[in-house]
């Protein structure tokens, strides 16, 4: 019994090895602190690490392309409230009401069963080593390099937190319907600065957003009873065809940009045709700083995806756990 068990897990492993494309050779590397993080951190612990939560990845896109969105959210997400400590994956407990099931996460986020995967592969080959934090930062950057963005170095040795906060949640997300100045000073308070909101922002040009936080621009635009008014006529049109007033449910979505499963410029092309999906979105025109930067990108989309790259580094060192604190989860839903 010992004996089958130790082939299938050889098997599984060469399979998963010769399957995985060798994208890590030479990645850029940024001038940001990465504190007690190390690239090679699993070199020895758990060499086979890049490998698997590639191919899970690649599984994972390949029956769901909207997946490459819900990963990058995920890890945004994650990082943006206490920093990036896996604190999202966890499920609420009698002890702490969690980020999941918060207003802004609820039936919002997707991509848990991605994680978990990677997770069980990682305990069977390397138990206890592999923080679910260092999981979700690989698996964001691989969902990226999938649909056409560029590589980035990931630094590992995060340890996950054994607690999360649903207020953190309210209180440091970015809002779809919040002013600019206020969104700018939620990243501003993470160490990320006014392009980093910008080209963060361009992780719209994956995915789709949920009907429920685009009605009110096209039917009651801030108590108007009108559509909002910077919104191009026809890019108005459908988003009504997309997001009908009778869906009281709001079980429809409608795409960010023209390509919602490739990565490229086109979010910041329909910015600057007034296409933007979210108020949020829109609000960047409204500032000379952010616009400059949206026009920028609309016509040099490999500088776009090179800042993005730059961003996603940052992003992924914001409030790391290392050393002593936090833990090793065995399982990413719930602590030790």
Known sequence: MGQKHFLCLTFTLCFIVSLSPLIYSHPPIYNF?????????????????????????????RDDTRMAASLLR??????????????VLLDDTEDFTGEKNSPANHNSLRGFEVIDSIKE???????????????????ARDAVVLVGGTDWPVPLGRRDARTASQSAVLEQIPSPVDSLQNNIAKFTSKGLDLKDVVVLSGGHTLGFAN??????????????????????????????????NGDTVNSNFAP???????????????????AGLLESDRALMGNPQTA???????????????????????LGNVGVLTGENGEIRRKCRSVN
């Not at 602190?33 to 896109?61: D, E, K, M, T």
């Not at 960010?256 to 007034?274: I, K």
């Open 256 to 274: 960010f940009d023209t390509s919602p499963a490739s990565f490229d410029n086109s979010y910041y092309t329909g910015l600057m045709n007034n």
């Open 211 to 244: 009907c429920l936080f685009i009605k009110g621009r096209i039917s009651n635009f801030k108590g108007t009873g009108k559509p909002d008014p910077t919104l191009d006529s026809s890019f108005l049109a459908y988003l009504q065809s997309m997001c009908p």
């Open 74 to 87: 995920l890890h945004f997400h994650d990082c943006i409230v206490n920093g990036c400590d896996a604190s």
């Open 121 to 139: 592969d990682l305990e069977r080959f390397c138990p206890s080593t592999v923080s679910c934090a260092d999981i979700l930062t690989l698996a």
């Open 33 to 61: 602190p990465i504190g007690q993080l190390n690239h090679n951190f699993y070199a020895r612990s758990c060499p086979f690490l890049l490998n698997i939560v590639w191919y899970r990845v690649w599984s994972a896109l």
């Open 292 to 314: 400059a930067l949206v026009e920028s990108y609309s016509i040099n989309p490999r500088s776009f995806s090179h800042d993005f790259a730059a961003s996603m580094y940052k």
